[in-house]
């Protein structure tokens, strides 16, 4: 369960976008910005095993496809989360400047990367976001099946490079399996070097009661 895609977009020109894996899925997105009516909107479309979520903002639009099973409020927090980062990064006049140009804002594609990244795999994501009531209730946001922006006869086979995205999962994995034994090895290690100190000391004390304390006197001398 993961975001596999992420975009910003004025209209139906891409700003930036980074997806983790491969497929033809960019191109139900480019007929979804297509149909996106002006002003302020937030909408969830199903497609097969998938959804889409974006969030429409003063002429922006932050979009990101995820695994049904992932939810929606992970992903809604991610988008509220990208486009509070690119606001503070162009603000909304810089941000709309380059609009008419295609992928103007990609160096941005970095920190989608890494945010994609934090809300897919960190369980804190979910529980930050909702303690400090950063994000809107999901419950509001509509949800429409994608059929409704496709016109008849253009139906679209969605193709996802399921190995890409299980390599990546599994790598994903492997890295969190390995900070989680590095983790416990370095607890282990402390608390092994604590108890040493702990029976060094005891016995220090032991050949003082017999010896003298604090320089061993009766022993030495």
């Known amino acids: 369960m993961s975001i596999i895609y992420a975009l910003i977009a004025k209209g139906s020109t891409i700003l930036t976008e980074y997806s983790t894996t491969t497929g033809n899925f ?3 997105t480019e007929q979804i910005l297509e149909k ?3 002003g302020n909107s937030k909408l969830t479309y199903v497609y097969d095993r ?3 979520h974006y969030i429409s903002e003063d ?3 932050y979009m990101c496809m995820a695994d049904d099973a992932f939810g929606r409020r992970i992903p809604f927090a991610f988008l509220h989360d990208i486009k509070d980062k690119f606001l503070a990064q162009y603000g909304r006049e810089l941000g709309l400047e380059s609009s008419s140009m295609a992928y103007s804002r990609n160096e941005f594609a970095k920190v989608l990367a890494k945010q994609m990244e934090y809300f897919s795999t960190d369980p804190n994501a979910d529980t930050i976001k909702h303690v400090k009531g950063q994000i809107d209730q999901v419950k509001d946001v509509m949800v429409q099946n994608i059929e409704r922006v496709i016109e008849r006869g253009e139906r679209i086979e ?3 490079d399921k190995t890409d995205n ?6 994903v994995f492997k890295r969190r399996s390995t900070a989680l034994k590095k983790t416990m090895w370095w607890k282990s290690t402390k608390l092994t070097i604590i108890l040493s100190g702990i029976v060094l000391i005891f016995i220090y004390f032991l050949i003082c009661a017999a010896c003298g304390f604090p320089l061993l006197q009766r022993c030495i001398g």
């Not at 299980?166 to 790598?171: H, P």
Request: without cysteine; hydrophobic residues 50%; proline residues 10%.
């Open 36 to 38: 996106i009516p002006p």
């Open 158 to 160: 969605l193709l996802v």
């Open 166 to 171: 299980l390599n990546q999962q599994a790598f």
């Open 26 to 28: 960019t191109t139900v």
């Open 59 to 61: 002429g922006l639009t």
């Open 50 to 52: 998938y959804l889409f």
